[in-house]
């Protein structure tokens, strides 16, 4: 892994799917699935008819065939669902998860992680946000299940997931301490996960996967080197410049004319403190140059982390017309990139394009009812009775407010969810017709897609990216 020098970044939903991710390990370099709402995007996937039966080669090497069968049965439609049906609704994944959900994020993730490792003996990684906590386990436990080589987990700080990874390798039961609104003290809500009540006498001692935190300062990277009770195999350092959510100014907020944060100095990573902490590390946000990669390997960086790039080219999960009309924009000059405070449920300000017809536009966001289905990026919230409640703050707002959530919290947020479905063509359409439209993110250097394709020529490979990247190797 320390040879690696290209990591392509875990992008959700479902942009960093297995055909991209195995593409890249066909490369020899480090190819990511995204694992995030990758039980949703299974069960759509089912009932778009799986198209070219991946889903099903994935679900028939499961091993326990009883388990794959019931799924099967559940959510696959042959010659799939009609163009005008909605997709049947499936259950959020709260703080108590069923055996049936608990199962289907253990066989979503493990056939993602099957298809990116088929035909090659590359590494291949999976994705996870922090901030989506109630589903990590069985997701990684699916993942670990397929042989997963590298584990990298964003959006906060997972330094429960190094124990968390050695307990599933195992075999044996693994917890989680649920961050809880207005709980007081942490640990009172416990997630746990017994791989015995889902594989029965199948579940196996399996080989451990790396496990590389996102981090977007030194000082974070020294609190998970020294604070983490299992191992940290590396670091992704993640600039703002990075496409997707990105981490707060440090200090007191300040935005500039158009209301995007400002970052200073005092966001700049001190490369000197991470090198100190002897690991590898991988750089990240606005590096899908063969220039930016040379800078960070003198800078004694194993390599980058590159999405952005990838996200456009032709193996990536996003919708073929959204990649062609972003990439002649590229070219004509006529992209918008928003670092958005407030549109993310999440509170971290993430990026969004200006593109007509989807949520970055104003009309076309108030035009959207706005309820919450998908559920993955709630937050939890102590009941008075000492229990679990659930809100996101891109629902509707009475409901959010009514469930003790601040109305200013809900301001201008977006539904990510139904927005990043819509993205790789999985969009809900709802009773009355109305369809989901999509909200796409990307970072800010679009440098690379403009030096890889042209106006007329919009297509590129990601092994076209790794040869632009990696020119003389
Ligand atoms: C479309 C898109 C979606 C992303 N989604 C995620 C994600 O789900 N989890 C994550 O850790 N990073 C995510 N990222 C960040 C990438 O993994 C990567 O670190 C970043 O894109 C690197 O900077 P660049 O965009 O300048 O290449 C996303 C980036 C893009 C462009």
Redesign the pocket.
């Given at each position: 892994m320390n040879s690696t020098k290209i990591?392509?970044?875990?992008?959700?939903?479902g942009?960093?799917d297995w055909r991209l991710a195995r593409a890249v390990s066909l490369c020899k370099q480090l190819g990511?699935v995204?694992g995030?709402a990758l039980d949703l995007i299974f069960v759509r996937r089912l009932q778009q008819g799986d198209p070219g039966g991946d889903m099903r080669r994935g679900l028939a090497a499961f091993p326990d065939a009883e388990m794959a069968q019931s799924i099967l049965d559940k959510y696959y439609i042959p010659g799939g669902k009609g163009h005008v049906e909605p997709y049947a609704n499936k259950a959020m994944v709260g703080h108590k998860l069923s055996r049936s959900i608990q199962e289907l994020l253990v066989v979503a993730n493990f056939v993602e992680v099957f298809l990116a490792k088929q035909g090659h003996d590359g590494l291949v990684g999976i994705?996870?946000?922090h901030k989506i906590q109630t589903p990590i386990m069985p997701s990684l436990y699916g993942a670990i299940l397929a042989g997963v080589d590298v584990v990298?987990?964003?959006?906060g700080i997972p330094l429960q997931i190094p124990t968390i990874i050695d307990n599933l390798c195992r075999g044996e039961v693994a917890e989680f301490d649920l961050y809880v609104q207005g709980e007081e003290g942490s640990g009172g809500h416990k997630l746990s996960f017994d791989p015995a009540d889902v594989m029965g006498d199948a579940c196996e001692v399996m080989p451990k996967p790396l496990f590389l935190p996102?981090v977007a300062s030194a000082t974070l990277a020294m609190v998970m080197v020294k604070k983490c009770k299992g191992q940290v195999d590396g670091l992704?350092i993640?600039?703002p410049?990075?496409?997707?959510?990105n981490a707060p100014p440090r200090g007191k907020a300040v935005f500039s004319e158009e209301g995007e944060p400002l970052y200073g100095r005092r966001d700049e990573v001190d490369l000197e403190q991470i090198r100190r902490l002897g690991l590898p590390f991988w750089l990240?946000?606005?590096?899908?140059k063969p220039e930016e990669l040379q800078k960070a390997i003198d800078a004694g960086a194993s390599g980058?982390?590159?999405?952005?790039?990838?996200?456009f080219c032709e193996e990536s999960g996003?919708r073929a017309d959204i990649k062609s009309d972003v990439i002649k924009s590229c070219h004509q000059g006529r992209v918008q990139i928003k670092t958005d405070p407030i549109a993310s449920p999440t509170g971290f300000p993430f990026?969004v394009i200006s593109i007509p017809d989807t949520l970055s536009e104003e009309e076309d966001y108030t035009r959207r009812h706005r309820m919450c289905d998908l559920g993955y990026l709630r937050e939890a919230y102590e009941l008075p009775d000492g229990g679990v409640g659930w809100r996101c703050r891109a629902e509707n707002p009475e409901h959010y407010v009514k469930s003790g959530g601040k109305l200013e919290d809900s301001v201008g947020k977006k539904c990510l969810c139904n927005g990043?479905m819509a993205?790789i063509g999985l969009a809900q359409i709802r009773s009355d017709a109305y369809q989901e439209l999509p909200l796409?993110?990307?970072?800010?250097?679009l440098e690379?897609i403009q030096r890889l394709s042209s106006l007329q020529d919009p297509l590129y490979t990601s092994s076209d990216v790794i040869d632009f990247l990696l020119p003389i190797s």
């Open positions: 990591i392509q970044g875990g992008m959700g939903l942009v960093s990511v995204s995030t994705n996870f946000l990298i987990v964003g959006a996102i992704i993640e600039g410049s990075a496409g997707g959510h990240a946000g606005s590096y899908g980058v982390q590159v999405g952005t790039i990838f996200a996003l990026k990043l993205n796409v993110t990307c970072g800010d250097d690379g």
